[in-house]
């Protein structure tokens, strides 16, 4: 084996130098834990006034206003038609089934009443984002808040590890201790990258395998992805990149992928996508590098008995 040269294998993880490996046919144990900032959508949030372009400002000593507004069933925020049982106690209408038409607070048949009010009220609010706490700085009519939260760019990201669905979300600086502690992923600084992936009986893919090697370059991180999974009934293995951070910093990079042997070379070029994106999106769009398993058996020289594929590749900023 060239010494020097980063080797994966799908499997356990072992230590190694340059004789040794990693194997990858079993994911990694990790912790749990969540993150300190996810926890967040339900916190009352404090506001002094609206932004100073509305025609009517609202102002907002303290929080008990919008609380007005959280459904005690749910504890989402009421949007109309707003249920309201006969001594005033409100709730939202798709939680009325929910507690069997009784108000879940005097226990009263609630009825089709309607709070009018509090749908007006909700009408001059002026709210800043849930995602405060994090950065983010707008503020928000009161119908239109939940839609900009979907998207904020301050809204924190999820694990990117491919072995299970982590419940693990924070920033990026999170992130990469969460994944280096709890993941074991590796961390390389560069914007080239050349491995090998070995995997045993490359003949028996019965379910995805996978590893995940981290790249620090530009000032960003990167996630690169390789899986071995069944497209259809064939057995295929791909290789991908997806940027940690937004969609619109991602597409200001390039990268390209190479894989061959006995002469022949597949080439692969693309942008990354955002952790956004669930890898297993891309994986499923097919927007990578994809190797059928008689091509990389033909690539590794023909041995049945174990597959070995060079990887190598590089990272750019787009003009």
Same mark, same amino acid.
């Given at each position: 084996m060239q010494r020097g040269v980063p080797v994966?294998?799908?499997?356990?993880?072992?230590?190694?130098?340059s004789s040794s490996a990693e194997?990858? @046919?079993?994911?990694?144990?990790?912790?749990? @834990?969540?993150? @300190?900032?996810?926890?967040?959508?339900?916190?009352k949030a404090?506001?002094?006034?609206?932004?100073?372009?509305?025609?009517n400002p609202t102002i907002l000593p303290n929080s008990d206003i919008d609380g007005l507004l959280e459904c005690p069933v749910c504890s989402n925020s009421m949007f109309p038609p707003i249920q309201q049982c006969p001594s005033g106690h409100t709730l939202c209408s798709a939680c009325k089934n929910r507690v069997n038409n009784k108000c879940p607070i005097c226990r009263k048949e609630i009825g089709n009443i309607r709070c009018l009010a509090l749908e007006k009220l909700a009408v001059s609010l002026h709210l800043p984002c849930s995602y405060?706490?994090?950065g983010c700085e707008e503020m928000f009519p009161y119908y239109s808040k939940l839609q900009h939260e979907e998207q904020c760019i301050y809204r924190p990201y999820e694990c990117p590890h491919p072995g299970s669905d982590c419940p693990f979300t924070g920033d990026i600086q999170s992130l990469l201790?969460?994944?280096?502690?709890?993941?074991?992923? @590796?961390?390389?600084?560069?914007?080239?990258?050349?491995?090998?992936?070995?995997?045993q009986d490359p003949c028996s893919v019965d379910n995805v395998s996978w590893t995940l090697t981290l790249f620090n370059c530009f000032g960003q991180y990167f996630c690169l992805h390789f899986e071995a999974f069944l497209l259809g009934s064939e057995p295929v293995y791909m290789a991908f990149l997806r940027?940690? &951070?937004?969609?619109?910093?991602?597409?200001?990079? &390039?990268?390209?992928?190479?894989?061959?042997?006995? &002469?022949?070379?597949?080439?692969?070029? &693309?942008v990354p996508r955002s952790i956004r994106?669930?890898?297993?999106?891309?994986?499923?769009?097919?927007?990578?590098?994809?190797?059928?398993?008689?091509?990389?058996?033909?690539?590794?020289g023909g041995d049945r008995k174990e597959l070995k594929l060079r990887v190598t590749g590089r990272i750019w900023r787009e003009a």
């Open positions: 994966m294998y799908f499997g356990k993880k072992q230590n190694f130098t194997r990858m @046919d079993e994911a990694p144990s990790f912790s749990g @834990d969540s993150c @300190d900032t996810s926890v967040i959508k339900g916190q404090q506001l002094s006034k609206a932004p100073s372009n509305s025609k405060q706490c994090l201790s969460h994944l280096r502690e709890n993941h074991k992923v @590796d961390l390389q600084n560069g914007c080239t990258f050349n491995h090998r992936y070995v995997k940027f940690m &951070g937004e969609e619109s910093e991602a597409r200001k990079f &390039g990268y390209c992928l190479e894989v061959g042997g006995n &002469g022949r070379k597949l080439m692969w070029h &693309g994106t669930h890898h297993r999106i891309v994986r499923d769009s097919h927007d990578g590098l994809i190797v059928q398993r008689s091509m990389a058996l033909y690539f590794s």
